[in-house]
């Protein structure tokens, strides 16, 4: 996302004025969502949220900012724009930005956005055919697939510095059983907190049927 160098620019840029501490806030997250209904896949959705957030404080005094885009001069005009609200100078004030690692309990083997949508519409679609084969008086089956690409970074004018990236995928499938004009619904939603596995659309054909209703 930010380099280290324009982070610590920013901050510096930020207590220009006077302020005691200034923090960053980067995120870019991607997302996408795919719709099926009855086999047939309905619509494909991608999302984008991207921008910089930075704040100050002055003793018990708090300004923010915030900018939709990582472009540099975006982030740089942000933090001079937070540091205007103060009239003061900047004491000396040195920064160390030092990396705070964290362990990955979530190991991601494929990134969901490196398979094509071809692909998930297939999978999602193969799911939802098992589900509507379990039983002919499944009336409807729907599906809904969603992926999030999760990335942040927080630094401080303290020295933190420390990065983050949540991979997460979900899968719903929801059916209605019809009998004798009444209606019952029943839904799966397994969402692990991992990347694209291949095997998935296997497991969940079995599972799909075992949570659909039962007349």
């Known amino acids: 996302m930010l380099t280290r160098e324009l982070v610590k620019e920013a901050l510096y840029r930020a ?4 302020a005691d501490y200034a923090e ?3 995120e870019h997250t991607q997302g996408k969502t795919i719709n099926n209904i009855s086999g047939k896949t309905d619509k494909i959705e991608d999302s984008i949220i991207s921008g910089v957030g930075i704040r100050i404080f002055q003793g018990t005094r708090c300004v923010s900012g915030s900018a939709s885009s990582l472009d540099p001069e975006a982030v740089r005009n942000c933090a001079d724009r937070v540091a205007d609200a103060l009239a003061g100078s900047r004491g000396i004030q040195d920064i160390c930005l030092v ?6 309990i979530h190991p991601v083997r494929i990134v969901p956005a490196s398979v094509g949508n071809a692909h998930k519409a297939d999978f999602l679609r193969e799911v939802c ?8 008086e499944i009336s409807q089956v729907s599906g809904n697939y969603a992926e999030v690409d999760h990335q942040i970074l927080i630094a401080t004018s303290e020295g933190l510095y420390a990065q983050d ?3 997460r ?3 719903l499938v929801s059916s209605i059983a019809s009998r004798d004009g009444e209606n019952q619904t029943g839904s799966v939603v397994p969402g692990p907190g991992r ?3 291949c095997s998935r659309p296997w497991i969940l054909a079995r599972w799909a049927p075992r949570l659909l209703p039962r007349q």
């Open 15 to 18: 207590l220009a004025t006077g």
């Open 24 to 26: 960053v806030y980067a």
């Open 99 to 104: 990396e705070r690692l964290f362990g990955d």
């Open 129 to 136: 055919l098992a589900a509507k084969a379990y039983s002919g």
């Open 165 to 167: 990236r949540q991979i």
């Open 169 to 171: 995928s979900r899968v």
């Open 195 to 197: 990347g694209w596995n």
